[in-house]
């Protein structure tokens, strides 16, 4: 157990609507990374948040957005949904520059 | 020049054998090398890593390569087991500040025969 939560750990919906993945870091970590893993485009970085602040954007669609709460905990809210955003998406977390813990992931279905 | 390339994508190896996963990178300004493990259903989780002010480093049954002047390293696991079965992502960061997003490679599916 990495110490990252993140919910719902599976998500089913249609095309065009909207979900909101919520992720918690581990006690004390600053920082939540974003990443989507799909079969074709392995995984890709998405976004990443420090202490509530945006400090660096991936490949990351403009359907997509995230926030950090002042709590640390971070959502990615991913809109107007496509057949193509199915896939995992984990977020992770650290205090610093190097390792970073991965949560288990939610997977998102869109039909 | 992000890119971060690794193969093979898959291996098979026999229990006991030794596994060897290759990578290789461009951008001189990564300065922190990771190998992460995953199974399936699970995140990824760390394995071991490596700075470039090293040339190799040992975990264990796992040893990091790492060959500066060619942009490459490599995962070496001995005596492999039916447990090492897993997904293996090779992966590079500037760790500058805290801005550490990881580029990782397509991943490696390893299949350790018993």
């Known amino acids: 157990d990495s110490g990252v939560t993140q919910t719902p750990k599976h998500l089913i919906t249609a095309t065009g609507q909207r979900v909101t993945l919520r992720c918690s870091p581990r006690?004390?970590?600053?920082?939540v990374y974003w990443y989507q893993q799909s079969l074709d485009q392995g995984l890709q970085f998405l976004i990443q948040y420090y202490n509530g602040e945006e400090r660096a954007k991936g490949n990351i669609l403009e359907r997509f957005s995230a926030q950090q709460f002042p709590d640390l905990h971070s959502e990615l809210n991913l809109s107007s949904l496509e057949l193509g955003d199915s896939a995992l998406y984990f977020c992770?977390?650290?205090?610093?520059?190097?390792?970073?813990?991965f949560g288990p992931g939610t997977r998102l279905t869109v039909l | 020049q992000q890119q971060v390339k690794q193969s093979p994508q898959s291996l098979i190896v026999q229990k006991g054998g030794i596994s060897i996963i290759n990578c290789a990178y461009e951008n001189t300004a990564f300065d922190y090398f990771p190998w992460y493990q995953q199974f399936p259903g699970k995140g990824p989780a760390l394995l071991i890593a490596i700075r470039p002010d090293v040339s190799e480093k040992k975990e264990g049954r796992f040893t990091i390569s790492f060959n500066k002047s060619a942009k490459q390293f490599s995962l070496h696991i001995m005596d492999s087991q039916p447990g090492d079965s897993a997904t293996y992502f090779c992966?590079?960061?500037?760790?500058?500040?805290?801005?550490?997003?990881?580029?990782f490679g397509q991943g490696t599916t390893l299949q350790v025969k018993p």
């Open positions: 992770a977390s650290n205090r610093g520059p190097g390792e970073q813990f």
């Open positions: 006690s004390g970590d600053l920082s």
């Open positions: 992966a590079a960061t500037t760790g500058s500040g805290n801005t550490g997003k990881l580029i």
